[in-house]
């Protein structure tokens, strides 16, 4: 006999789950494919492996077995061990599509009507595991295929696996960050690039019907309404979903995207507002309203919520940009207007007043061109701004240096860069 070997790898997960095989017991003779196929498990053996499968499979198809929860266990117990092991040579004509074979008949066992002894009720408990896993792994080797649809059948198994699972195994798989969330956003995603786009819309709002709920999984459902034409529906559908999250940060993003998709962002400020009432510290929150101001002509205002922003994050590059551009556009339109009603020493104040206000903008722009990620227009407009700003500070040197940086994006540009 061939020795068999255990898998016990999720990735860099290690994972031990105990065989808590026993003996259910059940005399009939309608059972005997089934109870042999239970048996040949206990040998270790890679040669009894193959006999379980082939007795599993007999009883899988005869009509007395074939529905019995007992058959779905040992068949989910059998196929497990052949995904776990599919790698040995002896076993490779047996192992395709193990893993999910293993899985679909435990969701069988979990869906069945039919009355289950307390035995097998602890089997399946501590196979439940094994048969997740060889899913989870078993569809992890399919992503390079972008077969989304066979993929996306994989997490349709998934997700009731999880819900079906223990403490220790549900412990185990949250330390590696593998929570129903996780599930639900790639069954999401395999959905939304499901070749057949009405079946995999079907997926989305299945899920929805059934209670779930995710950023990705409410977003696509908005989306969808969207393209529908129906903004109605898809407002209320991320609202309803803010609410139930409690204001979570990642829900208030997509009523953002919501708004902006249908060109509605003005709408956004009293929902904004009352965000950062809820997340006062939230960076991200403050440049949405002070870009929201901007568009609304208040510059004033938006130039106050901007400089919070960046107060609270530093390292906020949108936010650094914008303000440094709304500085020179709202504060030193107010100082040349200034100048221009002023003379003498007074005159002499305010051109200095001038040069500190387009440092302060200068300072705020350099902070935004160090990030390497904006497009090269963007780029090419804070070497403007900067440009300008040194300008008006009297500094030649700058202004050619951020004038000849300008020059080598822009032919950068011309030359197909983005």
């Not at 053996?45 to 499968?53: M, R």
Request: one cysteine or more; a neutral charge.
């Amino acid at each position: 006999m061939t020795p068999m070997n255990s898998m016990k790898k999720l990735g860099k997960l290690s994972i031990g789950l105990a065989l808590a095989v026993g003996i259910i017991g059940s005399a009939t003779a309608q059972m005997q494919a089934v109870n042999s196929a239970e048996y040949s498990l206990f040998s270790n053996s890679l040669d009894e492996l193959i006999s379980a499968k082939e007795q599993i499979d007999k009883a899988a198809i005869n009509p007395k077995t074939s529905q019995l929860p007992k058959m779905f266990v040992i068949k989910s117990m059998v196929y497990s061990r052949l995904y776990e092991n599919r790698n040995q040579e002896i076993l490779k004509p047996y192992a395709t599509k193990a893993g999910y074979t293993s899985g679909e008949a435990m969701l069988l066992y979990i869906n069945s009507a039919a009355p289950k002894k307390a035995e097998l009720i602890e089997t399946a408990k501590g196979e439940m595991g094994k048969a997740f896993i060889s899913v989870l792994n078993e569809s992890g080797e399919l992503w390079e295929s972008k077969d989304f649809n066979t993929i996306g059948n994989y997490y349709q198994i998934l997700l009731p696996l999880y819900d079906n699972l223990d403490t220790a195994t549900l412990s185990l798989l949250r330390n590696n960050k593998i929570e129903r969330p996780f599930i639900v956003d790639r069954l999401v995603y395999c959905a939304l690039n499901n070749k057949d786009k009405n079946a995999g819309m079907q997926v989305i709002k299945d899920l929805v019907a059934k209670g779930n709920t995710s950023p990705s999984l409410v977003e696509a459902l908005s989306n969808n309404y969207i393209q529908q034409g129906d903004t109605i529906s898809a407002e209320k559908t991320v609202r309803e979903a803010l609410v139930k999250s409690g204001n979570a940060q990642e829900y208030f993003q997509i009523l953002m995207n919501f708004y902006i998709k249908t060109h509605q962002e003005l709408k956004l400020m009293d929902d904004v507002s009352k965000q950062i009432a809820i997340d006062p510290n939230n960076s991200n929150l403050y440049y949405t309203r002070g870009y929201l101001y901007e568009m609304s002509n208040n510059g004033k205002k938006a130039i106050e919520d901007y400089k919070k922003a960046v107060e609270l994050d530093p390292a906020n590059f949108n936010a650094n940009f914008n303000l440094g551009l709304m500085i020179m556009k709202i504060d030193g339109k107010e100082l040349y207007e200034k100048k221009a009603a002023s003379a003498g020493a007074k005159k002499k104040l305010v051109e200095e007043e001038i040069k500190m206000t387009f440092g302060n903008a200068k300072k705020y722009l350099e902070v935004a061109l160090s990030n390497t990620e904006y497009s090269l227009t963007d780029q090419i407009n804070i070497c403007k701004g900067l440009k300008t700003a040194c300008l008006e500070m009297l500094d030649n040197e700058g202004a050619k240096k951020y004038g000849d940086l300008q020059k080598s994006l822009e032919e950068e540009l011309a030359g197909g860069g983005k």
